[in-house]
């Protein structure tokens, strides 16, 4: 979305402006986030302040197929609003609340009446007030609403629109739009007083001794843009399995659920064909198509089963270039900011390299034979583009002929062809061998070309210009040369680097230039333009630090990949167990937290399902569901002390490992006739 600097309308008259509102925002600026308390189940959304009350402020409301229905909702009893208390997500999609009322009858400084409130994502909204009064008490309860009916992108640039005007509607309120949508918001038990012009619901609350008094509060869009999965029920469980974790660190069990209620919370359907659904890149700024990062993340929950893998991929299939042209086989996709030293990049040839390789991968862990042999010419389709896509100099660019051939891409580009090779063997098809060669030739011109020297053991580069010249900044994307992606027999595929320079890599990957202590830098603090709240140029994000994690483990190196793992748990314990995609690369130090950054996307796809891929590369498992094996290769320190993961999918059925103190792991349970490999 393209925030605007217009300057936001204010509120209507008789009502006041909301607090803490600040006006519109700059252009590119978004609205911060990081405190929010954000509901999630698509396409219901709702964000909320931590002391509970909708002021219209910001991104607060409540949202439908990124239509806000509800801006205001503010409680008073008495007379006063409640001194809030607490704010917390018990689940992805609902948030509780806490405060307190004093009322005249208080005589001591103890408040006797405590406000609890539950806010969930589809507007459904309970307010309890719980008596501590040793008599009967009558209060005055009043609920001011109000709402714009404004779009998601406009609430964001600072720019919603007025608050409309509403009219008595049943047992509450209702809001029309000039474009025919609406809103209504009804109560139960049915008001005493409702007066439309102040957008107000009133009641007479009496509490005996002790007693409470509850509200319930629901809000309905009416006529609105709907989306193509509303109505048809929530997708979840029957896409991701119920995995658990459990063991000597109690965080681990706290930390999966919290990544597989997000996911299932971020699922939506696709928009032509409503049977499958993908994860929206993050919330709130990212629920559109299906993009590259909700491929990477059905990669990395693949233990929790196939499904989500198939159609995902099926829905990027959907939007792969046919025909004879130059774009042939290549899946569109939006352009993404590359940090200050590149220019953007294309996030449709990174979900068209990802494609093949995370089929075969689907594969290994027990895709079934017809969603493979559907999704098969798809991913051929991927790799005749990337046949066809290298420059002058035998690398893949994304940028045009004038732009550098990144790093990070050639990384993707030698991983599809590897694991294409395997897919192609697999199902019978030519080429296997071809690829392979392909593959041998990228990694000597790699290897050759794409490594700085220097007199502590080099470094790989950023990016290579048309004219050979390397750009030598150091960043998390490097984390990606070590992502090979799994083969036969559940091992490591063969990488981009060789033995010396994995080694150096991982050395500087865990230096105290790149390791935060709470994840990897997005770039090193040595590099120009370091800025820890840098998207690409300074922040830790999770993605790339789980990833850095797999493959540092799988090239031997546990005690640097042990590192890491521990740093993303102790952030993900500041943040609630629900990891934002991106928080602040500042140096940790003793009593620190994790730093937020402001407009991070939480829940967002990567960072939810990075975890699943966390804790399975602690147990180490490695699945070949068509050659009947899963071999284990735990971190041997085990850094997190013993550690149990169940309800895990191999082979279709279910899964579950454990890890012992002495870093031994062993099978609990597995389909039938599925063997332990080495």
Same mark, same amino acid.
């Given at each position: 979305?393209?925030?605007?600097?217009?300057?936001?309308?204010?509120?209507?008259?008789?009502?006041?402006?909301?607090?803490?509102?600040?006006?519109?925002?700059?252009?590119?600026?978004?609205?911060?986030?990081?405190?929010?308390?954000?509901?999630?189940?698509?396409?219901?959304?709702?964000?909320?302040?931590?002391?509970?009350?909708?002021?219209?402020?910001?991104?607060?409301?409540?949202?439908?197929?990124?239509?806000?229905?509800?801006?205001?909702?503010?409680?008073?009893?008495?007379?006063?609003?409640?001194?809030?208390?607490?704010?917390?997500?018990?689940?992805?999609?609902?948030?509780?609340?806490?405060?307190?009322?004093?009322?005249?009858?208080?005589?001591?400084?103890?408040?006797?009446?405590?406000?609890?409130?539950?806010?969930?994502?589809? $507007? *459904?909204?309970?307010? @309890? %007030? #719980?008596?501590?009064?040793? &008599? +009967?008490? /009558?209060? =005055?309860?009043?609920? !001011?609403?109000?709402?714009?009916?404004?779009?998601?992108?406009?609430?964001?640039?600072?720019?919603?629109?007025?608050?409309?005007?509403?009219?008595?509607?049943?047992?509450?309120?209702?809001?029309?739009?000039?474009?025919?949508?609406?809103?209504?918001?009804?109560?139960?038990?049915?008001?005493?007083?409702?007066?439309?012009?102040?957008?107000?619901?009133?009641?007479?609350?009496?509490?005996?001794?002790? $007693? *409470?008094?509850?509200? @319930? %509060? #629901?809000?309905?869009?009416? &006529? +609105?843009? /709907?989306? =193509?999965?509303?109505? !048809?029920?929530?997708?979840?469980?029957?896409?991701?399995?119920?995995?658990?974790?459990?063991?000597?660190?109690?965080?681990?069990?706290?930390?999966?659920?919290?990544?597989?209620?997000?996911?299932?919370?971020?699922?939506?359907?696709?928009?032509?064909?409503?049977?499958?659904?993908?994860?929206?890149?993050?919330?709130?700024?990212?629920?559109?198509?299906?993009?590259?990062?909700?491929?990477?993340?059905?990669?990395?929950?693949?233990?929790?089963?196939?499904?989500?893998?198939?159609?995902?991929? /099926?829905?990027?299939?959907?939007?792969?270039?046919?025909?004879?042209?130059?774009?042939?086989?290549?899946?569109?996709?939006?352009?993404?900011?590359?940090?200050?030293?590149?220019?953007?990049?294309?996030?449709?040839?990174?979900?068209?390299?990802?494609?093949?390789?995370?089929?075969?991968?689907?594969?290994?862990?027990?895709?079934?034979?017809?969603?493979?042999?559907?999704?098969?010419?798809?991913?051929?389709?991927?790799?005749?583009?990337?046949?066809?896509?290298?420059?002058?100099?035998?690398?893949?660019?994304?940028?045009?002929?004038?732009?550098?051939?990144?790093?990070?891409?050639?990384?993707?580009?030698?991983?599809?062809?590897?694991?294409?090779?395997?897919?192609?063997?697999?199902?019978?098809?030519?080429?296997?061998?071809?690829?392979?060669?392909w593959a041998r030739a990228l990694r000597d011109r790699f290897r050759d070309r794409f490594w700085l020297d220097d007199p502590h053991g080099g470094r790989p580069a950023l990016a290579r210009t048309p004219d050979g010249r390397l750009l030598p900044y150091l960043g998390g994307w490097a984390a990606h040369l070590l992502d090979t992606g799994l083969t036969a027999g559940g091992a490591a595929a063969p990488g981009l680097l060789d033995k010396s320079q994995t080694e150096r890599l991982a050395r500087l990957l865990t230096s105290p230039a790149m390791d935060s202590g709470w994840g990897l830098r997005g770039l090193g603090t040595k590099e120009p333009g370091y800025n820890p709240f840098g998207h690409r140029s300074g922040a830790v994000r999770v993605h790339e630090t789980s990833v850095a994690v797999a493959g540092l483990a799988a090239a031997g190196y546990e005690a640097e990949a042990a590192a890491l793992l521990r740093g993303v748990v102790d952030a993900a314990t500041a943040f609630?167990?629900?990891?934002?995609?991106?928080?602040?690369?500042?140096?940790?130090?003793?009593?620190?937290?994790?730093?937020?950054?402001?407009?991070?996307?939480?829940?967002?796809?990567?960072?939810?399902?990075?975890?699943?891929?966390?804790?399975?590369?602690?147990?180490?498992?490695?699945?070949?569901?068509?050659?009947?094996?899963?071999?284990?290769?735990?971190?041997?320190?085990?850094?997190?002390?013993?550690?149990?993961?169940?309800?895990?999918?191999?082979?279709?059925?279910?899964?579950?490992?454990?890890?012992?103190?002495?870093?031994?792991?062993?099978?609990?349970?597995?389909?039938?006739?599925?063997?332990?490999?080495?």
């Amino acid at each position: 979305m393209a925030p605007s600097s217009a300057q936001a309308p204010g509120p209507p008259a008789g009502h006041p402006p909301p607090a803490g509102a600040t006006g519109a925002n700059r252009p590119g600026e978004l609205p911060a986030v990081h405190d929010a308390l954000i509901g999630v189940a698509l396409p219901a959304l709702a964000v909320s302040a931590r002391h509970a009350q909708l002021t219209g402020a910001g991104l607060e409301g409540v949202y439908l197929s990124g239509r806000r229905l509800l801006s205001r909702c503010v409680l008073r009893v008495a007379g006063r609003e409640p001194v809030p208390l607490q704010g917390r997500s018990t689940t992805a999609d609902r948030a509780d609340f806490l405060g307190v009322v004093r009322t005249p009858g208080d005589a001591g400084p103890d408040p006797g009446l405590t406000v609890e409130r539950s806010r969930e994502a589809d $507007g *459904t909204e309970r307010i @309890t %007030l #719980r008596s501590s009064f040793p &008599r +009967a008490v /009558r209060l =005055p309860v009043e609920i !001011a609403l109000g709402t714009d009916l404004a779009d998601l992108g406009a609430v964001a640039a600072g720019r919603p629109g007025p608050e409309l005007s509403a009219s008595v509607h049943g047992t509450g309120l209702r809001w029309t739009g000039t474009d025919g949508s609406a809103a209504s918001v009804t109560a139960d038990p049915p008001p005493d007083d409702a007066l439309a012009a102040a957008g107000l619901l009133r009641w007479e609350a009496e509490l005996a001794p002790g $007693g *409470t008094f509850t509200l @319930t %509060l #629901r809000v309905r869009g009416e &006529r +609105a843009a /709907r989306h =193509p999965g509303a109505g !048809a029920g929530r997708p979840g469980g029957h896409v991701l399995a119920d995995a658990a974790a459990e063991g000597d660190d109690p965080r681990l069990g706290e930390l999966l659920a919290a990544s597989i209620d997000d996911l299932r919370a971020l699922l939506q359907r696709d928009p032509a064909h409503p049977a499958d659904v993908h994860l929206a890149a993050g919330v709130p700024w990212r629920c559109g198509p299906v993009t590259a990062e909700a491929l990477w993340a059905a990669r990395m929950a693949l233990p929790l089963g196939t499904r989500l893998a198939v159609t995902t991929l /099926r829905a990027l299939a959907r939007t792969q270039l046919r025909g004879t042209g130059d774009g042939s086989g290549r899946i569109p996709g939006p352009l993404r900011d590359a940090g200050p030293h590149l220019p953007p990049r294309c996030t449709g040839v990174e979900a068209t390299l990802a494609f093949p390789a995370v089929l075969a991968e689907a594969r290994r862990w027990g895709l079934p034979e017809q969603d493979l042999t559907e999704l098969l010419p798809a991913a051929e389709r991927c790799l005749e583009w990337l046949r066809g896509a290298l420059d002058t100099h035998g690398f893949v660019q994304e940028s045009g002929p004038a732009g550098p051939a990144r790093a990070e891409t050639q990384a993707h580009a030698h991983r599809a062809a590897v694991l294409g090779a395997d897919l192609l063997d697999a199902c019978g098809r030519p080429g296997g061998e071809a690829w392979r060669e392909w593959a041998r030739a990228l990694r000597d011109r790699f290897r050759d070309r794409f490594w700085l020297d220097d007199p502590h053991g080099g470094r790989p580069a950023l990016a290579r210009t048309p004219d050979g010249r390397l750009l030598p900044y150091l960043g998390g994307w490097a984390a990606h040369l070590l992502d090979t992606g799994l083969t036969a027999g559940g091992a490591a595929a063969p990488g981009l680097l060789d033995k010396s320079q994995t080694e150096r890599l991982a050395r500087l990957l865990t230096s105290p230039a790149m390791d935060s202590g709470w994840g990897l830098r997005g770039l090193g603090t040595k590099e120009p333009g370091y800025n820890p709240f840098g998207h690409r140029s300074g922040a830790v994000r999770v993605h790339e630090t789980s990833v850095a994690v797999a493959g540092l483990a799988a090239a031997g190196y546990e005690a640097e990949a042990a590192a890491l793992l521990r740093g993303v748990v102790d952030a993900a314990t500041a943040f609630d167990h629900r990891l934002p995609e991106m928080y602040a690369g500042e140096r940790r130090t003793s009593g620190s937290l994790p730093a937020p950054h402001p407009a991070a996307c939480r829940p967002a796809a990567v960072a939810a399902a990075a975890p699943v891929h966390l804790l399975t590369v602690l147990i180490g498992v490695r699945p070949d569901a068509p050659g009947r094996t899963v071999a284990l290769h735990p971190l041997r320190s085990a850094p997190l002390g013993e550690v149990r993961l169940s309800g895990l999918r191999v082979a279709g059925e279910p899964f579950a490992a454990r890890v012992g103190r002495l870093g031994l792991g062993m099978v609990e349970e597995a389909a039938p006739g599925l063997q332990l490999g080495v």
